[in-house]
C-alpha cells in the first residue's frame, strides 16, 4: 500500500508514524507512507496557497491549482488502471464518515492519496473533480486534515493482510463489518478485557475469565459487549446482527433502568 499525504505541513508527520504498527509495516514493506508539500507546486514567489472566499465570508480558502498540480504529479508516471484503482481522499469535515467498512473499502485500494484540508475549507472543485471521496473521521472540527490523514492510515494499515501479529485481531475488533467479526461480534462494540495481576489494589478479574469454561466466557463476554455498546453506543444497536438471546438482554438492561 502507498499512502500519499499532500500538506502544507509535511513536518507534522515526523514522530506519528515512528511507532508501533505503522513503524513495522514500514520497516516491513508493507506500505509506504510519502509526503508531499503542495506549497511546492504554486508559481508565485510568495507560495500562496490560499485566497479568500468569494461571495464574502470569514477565513481564507485552499485554493485549488497547487492541490491539483501536487496530485496530478503524483500520478503523473502512473497506468491509466492504477490510477482507477487509486483512491484520492479530501480529508475534509463536510465527508462521508469514517467508519470500519468504508476503511476495509479503502484498505482494497493499492494507493491512497490524502489531502489535507487547512483553513475554512478546500476550494470545492477540489472535491468535485479531484477527489473520488470525502471524508470526515467524526463530527467535531479540527484545525487540518492532517490529524485525519494519520487517522486514516492507522485504521486502513491495521487491515492490510501481514501488519498485525495475529490476522484474527482485525476480525474480532469493535465496529470489524467482517462476516467472521459478525458472528462473533454482531456490529457491536468489543467486549471488555482483563490481564494479569488477577488481583489489583482490591479489584478482582471476574470468575469467569479464569474458569477455563470458554463457552461460558464467550456467553459472558457477548453479555458484557451488550451492556457495553447498550451503555456507550446505543445507536449501534439499531443496525446490529442480534439473536433473540441479545434481544432478551437489552429488554432486561431497559427494564433495570425503569425508576
Request: proline share 5%; charged share 25%.
Amino acid at each position: 500500500m502507498i499512502y500519499d499525504i499532500v500538506t502544507i505541513f509535511p513536518e507534522f508527520f515526523t514522530g506519528p508514524f515512528d511507532y508501533g504498527i505503522i513503524a513495522r509495516a514500514r520497516a516491513e514493506g508493507l506500505i509506504d507512507i510519502r509526503l508531499h508539500d503542495f506549497r511546492l507546486y504554486t508559481t508565485d514567489r510568495h507560495r500562496t496557497v490560499d485566497d479568500r472566499p468569494f461571495g464574502g465570508g470569514e477565513g481564507m480558502v485552499l485554493k485549488p491549482e497547487p492541490i491539483f498540480a501536487a496530485v496530478e504529479n503524483i500520478l503523473r508516471d502512473t497506468t491509466p488502471e492504477h490510477r482507477a484503482k487509486t483512491a484520492i481522499v479530501l480529508l475534509s469535515a463536510q465527508g462521508k464518515l469514517l467508519t470500519q467498512a468504508l476503511a476495509q473499502n479503502l484498505a482494497e485500494s493499492p494507493r491512497i492519496i490524502l489531502i489535507c484540508g487547512r483553513y475554512e475549507g478546500v476550494d470545492e472543485r477540489v472535491a468535485q473533480h479531484l477527489a473520488t471521496l470525502e471524508l470526515s473521521i467524526g463530527d467535531y472540527v479540527l484545525s487540518g486534515g492532517e490529524l485525519a490523514a494519520a487517522v486514516v492510515v492507522d485504521v486502513v494499515t491495521r487491515l492490510l493482510p501481514g501488519a498485525l501479529g495475529d490476522a484474527r485481531s482485525a476480525l474480532e475488533e469493535s465496529f470489524t463489518a467482517a462476516p467472521q467479526a459478525i458472528i462473533a461480534r454482531g456490529g457491536i462494540l468489543d467486549c471488555p478485557h482483563w490481564t494479569r495481576p488477577a488481583e489489583f489494589r482490591g479489584w478482582k478479574v471476574p470468575e469467569v475469565l479464569l474458569s477455563g469454561n470458554h463457552e461460558e466466557i464467550a456467553r459472558w463476554r457477548r453479555r458484557q459487549a451488550l451492556e457495553k455498546t447498550w451503555h456507550n453506543r446505543p445507536d449501534l444497536l439499531a443496525r446490529a446482527e442480534l439473536s433473540e438471546a441479545d434481544w432478551r438482554l437489552l429488554e432486561e438492561l431497559r427494564a433495570k433502568q425503569q425508576p
